[in-house]
């Protein structure tokens, strides 16, 4: 299970006072979840983990794509057979050649009737002074025209029998094109319905998880930035790391880091932050990637006790930015299989001066950390507001505090802080929370 760790950060700006502080509940509750039951164990180890169904939501949802696209093209391979049976298919071809010649033996026979008529005519009509001659042609002439009228009846009889052949496989020829299409159709409705199964185990799970796990604070979860400098120039790349300690006694099967980057002008009411990109690459995922969305970085893996592991870091400074301040927020958080997680109750924050182009870089690994504390500590303007409720702390540019989690199925992590650092007349704060029982 992710954890879910809620880390916001905006500008606002001050009117009327220098800076913003924001207040926020205390961090974590101070008891850890009772042990579980023996018949909650044997129920859980019963259960797939969220971490299987998430799996099986993934090749579902695979299967579900694969199928959707075997719909569309069983729909155009349809539309293809159907118009190849009305006229070029061999089959088609075959019906309308042994219906023509069904029509064409059919008249055959006609005409052949109509001589027989006309032979035994021509008999009934032989005077009484008909010479024997003539009497034996004209009886010669309707043996001849029945003998042709039999032989065009059974002709017409096999070409009728082809024809009704040749139009029953052309049918059963349609009949197995929807029958295709109709295999492949099923196939997406049990493609659908699997995929809603999957999602709902894994949706349940996952709020399962959320209503029944706390996370707790772990200080013992370090991670330290090493060669940042306290100042950065527009127009440069500057490297540098983070590095990532498990500093207990347990084993954590999954690290998340999260690094931010947050800066403004001089004057501190603007936010130059899209001059920068944060890009990260750890040793199971050396090629370099943009920082999410959502500012995590999963790619790190498990920490034994006493482990590290090193996440490399780029910070690029387009050459546009201007002068002014920044900040990183730089933090971990961990969760095990076994469903216990946690992480440091705050966040590290590394301030930095930016300079503008052609500015000479400041020293490596000058930027130090100002540890967030918690709030409500008493003389320290972050006294605690409201009660430990779920309800989002209303911030940042779009209004309300961002409930997002790490690419993976979340369980809310048990921390709720926040602290702010002043940049010109505006501030810059970051917040974890926790998403508490049902109110969440």
Request: glycine share 8%; net charge negative; hydrophobic share 40%.
């Amino acid at each position: 299970m992710k954890i879910r760790r809620v880390l916001a950060t905006a500008v606002a700006l001050a009117v009327t006072t220098p800076a913003v502080l924001l207040s926020v509940t205390p961090a974590v509750a101070d008891t850890k979840p009772a042990a579980p039951s023996q018949t909650q164990t044997q129920n859980k180890q019963s259960k797939p983990s969220i971490k299987e169904l998430e799996k099986a939501a993934a090749e579902a949802q695979k299967a579900y794509d694969k199928a959707v696209k075997a719909k569309a093209d069983a729909e155009v391979k349809l539309e293809e057979t159907l118009a190849a049976l009305d006229s070029t298919h061999p089959l088609a071809v075959a019906a309308k050649a042994a219906g023509q010649a069904a029509k064409d033996a059919a008249t055959a026979k006609d005409t052949a009737d109509r001589a027989v008529t006309d032979a035994k005519a021509v008999v009934d009509a032989l005077p009484e002074t008909a010479t024997e001659e003539e009497r034996t042609a004209a009886a010669n002439a309707l043996s001849e025209a029945e003998a042709t009228a039999t032989t065009a009846a059974a002709a017409k009889t096999a070409a009728d029998t082809k024809s009704a052949e040749a139009t029953e496989a052309l049918d059963d020829a349609r009949v197995e094109a929807f029958r295709v299409h109709g295999v492949v159709a099923r196939a997406l409705t049990d493609a659908l319905a699997a995929k809603t199964a999957a999602d709902q185990a894994l949706a349940k799970a996952i709020k399962e998880a959320e209503e029944g796990q706390e996370c707790e604070p772990e200080l013992d979860l370090t991670a330290d930035v090493t060669g940042l400098p306290s100042t950065l120039v527009a127009g440069t790349t500057t490297a540098f790391s983070i590095r990532v300690t498990n500093g207990s006694d347990r084993h954590m099967d999954e690290i998340i880091a999260y690094a931010g980057v947050h800066a403004t002008d001089r004057s501190g009411l603007k936010d130059t932050g899209a001059f920068f990109r944060l890009q990260w690459s750890t040793a199971a995922s050396p090629k370099w990637q943009n920082i999410n969305k959502h500012n995590y970085i999963d790619a790190i893996g498990a920490l034994k006790p006493g482990a590290h592991a090193d996440v490399k870091l780029r910070l690029t400074v387009d050459k546009a930015a201007p002068a002014g301040n920044g900040v990183a927020f730089i933090a971990a958080d961990f969760f095990n299989e076994d469903g216990s997680c946690g992480g440091a109750p705050g966040a590290d924050m590394y301030e930095f001066d930016v300079k503008a182009a052609g500015g000479k870089p400041g020293k490596p690994a000058a930027a130090k950390p100002v540890k967030t504390e918690k709030p409500g500590k008493s003389g320290t303007g972050l006294e605690p507001q409201g009660t430990t409720s779920g309800t989002p702390v209303k911030t940042g540019a779009n209004g309300s505090l961002a409930d997002t989690g790490s690419s993976s199925a979340t369980t809310p992590i048990a921390l709720a802080g926040g602290a702010a650092v002043v940049l010109g007349a505006a501030a810059m704060f970051v917040v974890r929370r926790r998403k508490a029982g049902s109110d969440a």
